[in-house]
């Protein structure tokens, strides 16, 4: 049946799509005109995240992908889990024992990628992932992804930078946006905000609230085969999200700006006891740009993430976990003249960043604190030679207070691009240190085993490299790109030891390094886009295989290896005009994958199979005038149910029904 479904799937995608281009083919052909992929928008979008400068998409050597403010829209997403999953194949989010949400891009969990907001980390962690529910996808204007290596963001990037754009200044006098949707289970978002803009300054409010219900997973008699990794249910929690910023510019090359924000996310944990999570945050930047080409950008953040118990009946809410980020950064960036010639150009970026890292819990033992500094600097040379070749050259040097060590990492990446092709070509070396979590603090995992801190990881170190070909011609586009990580002294968890705990009696599972992780993956992207006056057609496939190999027959990993086939397809139609609609059909597939799993039940490996699965969603939008916009999304259209509902399978339990309206107050007219 799922073969059938999948067959059927592919075969209605690819019909609809021929049907599509064949509509706007036949239909008045004299006044057919095509729109060409290298004059989108995408490719001239500029980026920022790859090189630390603006460059555009289609010019930058290091391979970009990107996410824009329409794709968001119109995959009408819930949150960053939905609208990653249904973009890029090779991701998979899915649930830990502790139900808190776990990241799989490319062979890589969350230990291994660095989330950024407009280029700046956050604090705190859940089973090593960031708490991706603090990201308002409402608040985006782009997102960002650099796959590998960074030589500019230091630890914390061996497997990629995802770097989420937030929405800039807008030149209308102030815009004021309301945005509600429902779905089932009582999921609800609800959001507004307000923008004021002046010639000298500017000033922003978010206010966002999302929510849902506990609900039940219908599994089968049998479940209870598979021990403690059933998921039975899907806990309610509800989040508060605000955000302020504000930009104030003196003179038309000094640029002020501060922001705030505070999060709060309550999870119901059981029965008698929630989990609170709370974030608050904060900067200021200076940023003075006397040409196009000089920058010099000053910039302090502050970042604190803190969880809680709250027991409800005695209606105490007692914190047990604090992370604190204070970061503080320079940017300079100039031409060099010496270098740039006729169709040449060079540009040199310098920089350096200090960074305190406080930890609290009373898990940590002794007096329940820990804390490091780091500092690092950095260089990158920018060098375009000649109409068909640019060259990024780029090296660091950090050092950490707490081992006194020193890691040098550089990062080499090449463009070619003549016509309607594309090459680039990388390379480049990274590292991970240990976190104060993985070094010091001792926690339990459900009624599993105890996690153990180990006060002598080594640092990470990885080597990477990547190449990727890419065509575009006449709303035509091909793109296949290949990458290789290797990882040595990788940080994983042991399996249960004999060793118990004396209270609990509970195992031991330790913190440990092992020789080599490698990670190889190859992707494949198919587009095509016409369009016919007012309709516009896209057509998009991507494929990615991922394989891992480890020596690690004694360890644990800390998430769900990857699935090693993963397909994404999307058929899109707008019609552009005042009233403009748009349509999306998208589904992924990804394949089953086999592994071993540490039952809870007998303490010993076993081997395991996650099931194939395969998801579909038809989203539509409807323009009204320049104001109101009504959104529908039928999710899991062939109303796929997994068999057994596991951590790692899917949490749907059939098809789903979402609406939603969007009011811009300041575009209406009465």
């Known amino acids: 049946m799922f073969v059938f479904r999948f067959l059927f799937f592919v075969l209605s995608f690819s019909a609809a799509a021929a049907f599509s281009v064949a509509a706007v083919r036949h239909s008045s052909p004299d006044s057919l005109w095509v729109e060409s992929v290298e004059n989108g928008v995408q490719l001239e979008t500029a980026v920022v995240t790859g090189t630390g400068t603006r460059k555009t998409l289609a010019d930058t050597p290091v391979r970009t992908r990107l996410i824009t403010a329409d794709d968001i829209k119109k995959s009408d997403a819930f949150d960053l889990r939905q609208l990653l999953q249904h973009e890029l194949p090779g991701v998979e989010f899915s649930k830990a024992l502790s139900q808190h949400t776990v990241l799989n891009f490319s062979g890589f969990g969350g230990q291994q990628l660095l989330f950024l907001i407009n280029g700046e980390r956050l604090a705190g962690e859940n089973m090593g992932n960031v708490d991706f529910s603090r990201i308002n996808l409402a608040d985006v204007e782009r997102i960002e992804i650099v796959k590998g290596v960074s030589a500019l963001y230091g630890s914390d990037a061996a497997g990629g930078v995802i770097n989420v754009i937030t929405r800039q200044q807008r030149p209308q006098p102030w815009t004021w946006q309301i945005d509600w949707r429902k779905s089932a289970h009582n999921d609800r978002k609800v959001g507004t905000s307000h923008t004021l803009n002046r010639r000298r300054w500017a000033h922003t409010v978010q206010l966002h609230h999302t929510a849902h219900d506990t609900y039940f997973l219908p599994n089968p008699p049998d479940a209870a085969l598979?021990?403690?990794?059933?998921l039975h249910r899907i806990s309610g929690e509800k989040t508060w999200n605000m955000n302020e910023r504000f930009v104030f510019r003196p003179t038309d090359q000094l640029r002020l700006s501060a922001r705030a924000g505070y999060f709060f996310r309550q999870h119901a944990h059981d029965a008698g006891e929630d989990q609170r999570y709370r974030d608050f945050s904060g900067g200021l930047k200076a940023e003075w740009t006397p040409s196009d080409e000089r920058r010099l950008e000053l910039s302090y953040a502050f970042d604190q993430y803190d969880k809680s118990d709250f027991h409800r009946e005695k209606r105490l809410d007692?914190?047990?976990?604090?992370?604190?980020?204070?970061?503080?950064?320079?940017?300079?960036?100039?031409?060099?003249?010496?270098?740039?010639?006729e169709h040449s150009h060079a540009l040199l970026l310098l920089g350096g960043d200090g960074q305190r890292d406080y930890l609290s819990s009373r898990q940590l033992g002794e007096n329940g604190i820990r804390h490091r500094y780091s500092a690092d600097v950095f260089a990158e040379l920018d060098w375009t030679l000649g109409r068909h070749w640019s060259?990024?050259?780029?090296?660091?040097?950090?050092?950490?207070?707490?081992?006194?060590?020193?890691?040098?990492?550089?990062?080499?990446?090449a463009r070619y691009r003549r016509g309607a092709f594309t090459l680039r070509a990388g390379c480049g070396s990274g590292y991970r240190v240990p976190t104060l979590k993985e070094r010091f603090m001792h926690f339990h995992?459900?009624?599993?085993?105890?996690?153990?801190?180990?006060?002598?990881?080594?640092?990470?170190?990885?080597?990477g490299l990547h190449l990727s070909a890419e065509w575009a011609k006449n709303g035509w586009s091909l793109e296949t790109s290949t990458d290789y990580q290797r990882i040595a002294r990788r940080i994983t968890t042991t399996r249960p030891s004999d060793e118990r705990d004396p209270k609990s009696r509970l195992p031991y599972v330790d913190y440990v390094n092992v020789p080599r992780f490698e990670v190889f993956n190859v992707e494949t992207t198919a587009q095509h886009r016409r369009r016919h006056r007012n309709h516009i057609v896209t057509a998009r496939l991507a494929y990615a295989f991922t394989h891992e190999k480890a020596r690690e027959r004694e360890t644990l990993t800390p998430y769900m290896p990857a699935r090693p086939h993963s397909l994404t397809a999307r058929l899109d139609y707008r019609h552009a005009s005042t009233?403009?609609?748009?349509?999306?059909?998208?589904?992924?597939?990804?394949?089953?994958?086999?592994g071993e799993e540490y039952n809870a039940l007998t303490h010993e490996a076993r081997p395991f199979r996650y099931p194939a699965y395969f998801l579909l969603k038809l989203s539509l939008r409807q323009q009204f005038g320049r104001g109101v916009q009504l959104y529908a999304t039928i999710d899991n259209l062939l109303d796929y149910r997994p068999r057994v509902y596991l951590y790692n399978s899917p949490p749907t339990t059939g098809i789903t029904l979402t609406a939603g309206v969007r009011l811009d107050l300041h575009a209406l007219r009465f």
């Open 391 to 413: 060259v990024v050259a780029a090296t660091r040097y950090d050092y950490l207070t707490d081992t006194k060590q020193g890691h040098p990492t550089g990062k080499l990446s």
């Open 579 to 594: 009233n403009a609609f748009d349509g999306v059909l998208s589904g992924r597939f990804l394949s089953a994958i086999r």
């Open 226 to 230: 598979y021990g403690k990794y059933v």
């Open 445 to 463: 995992l459900r009624d599993l085993f105890i996690i153990r801190g180990n006060e002598n990881l080594r640092p990470e170190k990885s080597r």
């Open 318 to 341: 007692l914190r047990d976990y604090s992370n604190v980020l204070h970061a503080f950064r320079v940017l300079y960036a100039r031409p060099l003249n010496a270098l740039s010639k």
